[in-house]
C-alpha cells in the first residue's frame, strides 16, 4: 500500500483514456483542459500521477463531445 492521489472511474476515462481532463478553477465556474496521466485502475477509480494536485476538482463525467474544447464555463 502507498499513498496515491485518485479520481473516480467516471465517463470521461472513456473519452480521454485518462490523457487528459477539466479541471475546476478556484470559483468552480469554470473548467479548463488539462493533460494528465494516469496509473493504477479499478473499476471504481484511477491513479493519476502527474497534471492534478491533491484537492483540486475534476469533471468526471463523460466528455462526449469535448474533444476540441479547452475550456468550460459553467453556469446554474
Same mark, same amino acid.
Given at each position: 500500500?502507498?499513498?496515491?492521489?485518485?479520481?473516480?472511474?467516471?465517463?470521461?476515462?472513456?473519452?480521454?483514456?485518462?490523457?487528459?481532463?477539466?479541471?475546476?478553477?478556484?470559483? $468552480?465556474?469554470?473548467?479548463?483542459? @488539462?493533460? %494528465?496521466?494516469?496509473?493504477?485502475?479499478?473499476? #471504481?477509480? *484511477? &491513479?493519476?500521477?502527474? $497534471?492534478?494536485?491533491?484537492?483540486? @476538482?475534476? %469533471?468526471?463525467?463523460?466528455?462526449?463531445?469535448? #474533444?476540441? *474544447? &479547452?475550456?468550460?464555463?459553467?453556469?446554474?
Amino acid at each position: 500500500d502507498r499513498r496515491a492521489l485518485v479520481l473516480p472511474a467516471g465517463g470521461f476515462l472513456e473519452r480521454t483514456g485518462g490523457a487528459w481532463a477539466m479541471v475546476l478553477d478556484a470559483s $468552480g465556474r469554470r473548467a479548463d483542459k @488539462r493533460r %494528465i496521466k494516469v496509473g493504477r485502475r479499478s473499476a #471504481d477509480q *484511477v &491513479e493519476v500521477l502527474e $497534471g492534478l494536485k491533491p484537492g483540486e @476538482r475534476v %469533471i468526471t463525467s463523460d466528455y462526449t463531445g469535448f #474533444d476540441k *474544447v &479547452e475550456r468550460v464555463i459553467l453556469t446554474k
